[in-house]
């Protein structure tokens, strides 16, 4: 079982004197997969942009720890946080207009030793370094024709997913990650979290609205509403419990 | 032929080079990585003066004076990019727009300095040619100009090239990927804007005289017109745009069209007339400008299967 990746505390945001997130505590990445959920405007994707810093907290401290060593993210900036190795998927379609599939995945590959405004030389050398990999990733989902822009929004979500796994991230916080995608890619999606958390040092966040898919991969389950983590648990337990099923589910479900 | 190479023409070409240049910078700065810098003719007034006053109120050498001018200018460009580039837009073009403002006052104020409206005095071409010394530094500008064009044309399909179009594109998403976009915009606008001096620096020697009155907005201007009617996102958008634009109304119209004395005094608002016009026209018929947007990418598919 992985160690601890996040600890949350105190975390607050609030949008015009409404509290959208409160978290007292909260421990995050002891578990392969976790899941996130509750009903809509819980504040799932707040947290997710607080913890990222996409957005700023109004207070509180997010402590991160790679390889045991405790670092205190509550201050760095988004680009630094997915430079630490916490990246996060995104639940609205996001893209680069101007970058076809593969330029938008050599973008996510390429590092600082070639991103120099004097290596103008360095592409054939990323490309080379990059070409087996991306490969893997563009044979296991189809794409239409990975030389032009990703069209549909379908691809376009898997291109962003596929963008966040070429960073290799310690911590991986998915926003919706199946939303919009037909039945056998939400499959391969599933498939895929399962072998990367098995096989390497990754875990998951992931925040769905599709619960089949929440109790077939997650290990534990938070579960928000009104800003506030209501219960942590293995699947079984959450399912069971009255309150989420009553503020969630519906009674009929339970 | 003496007369060619030293007179009229070598001046026109020389001028419509720099301003190529200028419009391939702002390509590198608005094109690609969406910085909208108006301030053009400041950078360029900067370099150009921090390379008058320094040949000629102090003496410098001349290589000196170049190196100055660039690494003074580019030092600004910091400091000003510094504290307006993780603003939006609108505010972006105000503050270049102010800064370039400012350029024009201090040169024309400062009197001690730079001799105000009198003028700096006569700017020297680097070595003596005798009557091909227009044609030797016409020589100069183009091979710089060359570079330039070579450079953007290697850094548009280079990691870092990628890495500014995603700014562009989206700079969260690009934050969001571990990309230090602040710092990558920062950087680039020095480097472009400090070559923005080192043409201005080289003007000098074009202009020969150097008032105050060279530092008008008219040269953004006239910078932007041509890129947007070239089209921003080619490389080669600032040179077709450049020759449309000042080769094909300023010198060739201005000089060689056999317009009846009595109207020629109209012939300079005529030309801003036209400008406007295809300018409109163009960005009806054709947003991207002439060149449009689309790379050729079967072109480029054959060129590399051959």
């Not at chain 1, 997010?62 to 998927?89: C, H, Q, W």
């Not at chain 2, 400041?42 to 921090?50: A, I, K, P, Q």
Request: with cysteine; proline share 4%.
């Amino acid at each position: 079982m992985p160690e601890k990746k996040l600890h949350l505390k105190n975390v607050m945001k609030s949008f015009g004197g409404k509290k959208v997130v409160d978290v007292k505590d909260l421990t995050l990445g002891s578990h392969s997969i976790e899941g996130l959920i509750g009903p809509n405007g819980a504040g799932k994707t707040t947290l997710i942009n607080l913890i990222t810093h996409k957005l700023k907290m109004d207070r509180g401290q997010v402590f991160y720890y790679p390889n045991g060593r405790e670092v205190d993210i509550s201050n760095k900036s988004l680009d630094e946080i997915a430079r630490l190795g916490i990246v996060r998927t995104n639940q609205i379609i996001q893209d680069f207009q101007s970058l076809s599939i593969k330029d938008s995945l050599l973008l996510s590959l390429s590092t600082p030793k070639y991103e120099k405004f004097y290596k103008i030389f360095s592409e054939s050398e990323l490309e080379k370094e990059a070409e087996e990999e991306i490969e893997k990733y563009l044979d296991y989902f189809h794409f239409e024709n990975p030389e032009g822009h990703a069209l549909s929004a379908g691809e376009k979500k898997l291109l962003d997913i596929i963008r966040c796994l070429l960073l290799k991230p310690k911590f991986l916080l998915m926003d919706e990650p199946t939303g919009g995608l037909p039945q056998d890619q939400t499959e391969k999606v599933r498939d895929l979290m399962k072998k990367k958390t098995s096989e390497e040092d990754m875990s998951i966040l992931i925040v769905a609205h599709d619960l089949d898919l929440i109790w077939d991969v997650s290990e534990s389950v938070c579960f928000m509403a009104e800003g506030k983590i209501l219960i942590q648990g293995c699947p079984e337990e959450i399912r069971k419990n009255k309150t989420v099923a009553k503020k969630y589910m519906g009674e009929s479900d339970a | 032929m003496v007369e060619l190479l030293s007179g009229y023409v070598m001046y026109s070409l020389s001028y419509i080079l720099i301003f190529v240049a200028l419009a391939t910078l702002l390509h590198l700065q608005f094109g690609l990585t969406g910085i909208v810098n108006f301030g053009i003719v400041g950078f360029w007034g900067l370099g150009m003066y921090v390379f008058g006053v320094s040949l000629l109120q102090y003496n410098f050498p001349y290589i000196v004076s170049l190196i100055l001018a660039t690494v003074l200018t580019g030092v600004v460009a910091l400091a000003l990019g510094r504290v307006i580039l993780d603003l939006d837009n609108q505010a972006i073009l105000v503050a270049t727009l102010a800064f370039a403002t400012v350029v024009r006052y201090i040169v024309t104020t400062e009197k001690w300095l730079t001799r105000g409206v009198l003028g700096l005095g006569t700017v020297p071409f680097p070595f003596d040619l005798g009557q091909y010394s227009q044609f030797g530094f016409f020589l100069i500008i183009l091979l710089v100009t060359i570079a330039l064009l070579l450079y953007t044309y290697k850094l548009g399909s280079s990691p870092y090239g990628r890495l500014l179009a995603s700014i562009q594109d989206n700079e969260i998403l690009a934050q969001s990927l571990g990309k230090p976009t602040f710092r990558e915009k920062l950087i680039f606008f020095t480097i472009t804007s400090a070559l923005i001096g080192f043409f201005g620096a080289l003007n000098a020697s074009v202009e020969h005289f150097l008032i105050p009155h060279v530092l008008t907005t008219g040269v953004t201007f006239t910078v932007w017109i041509a890129l947007i009617l070239g089209g921003r996102k080619r490389i080669l958008g600032g040179l077709i745009g450049v020759i449309v634009t000042i080769g094909v109304l300023d010198f060739i119209i201005e000089t060689y069209a056999p317009i009846p004395t009595a109207y020629a005094p109209l012939v300079p608002n005529l030309k801003y007339m036209i400008y406007g016009l295809t300018l409109m026209l163009i960005l009806i018929f054709r947003p991207l400008g002439i060149l449009g947007e689309k790379k050729s990418t079967k072109i480029l598919k054959v060129i590399r299967k051959l």
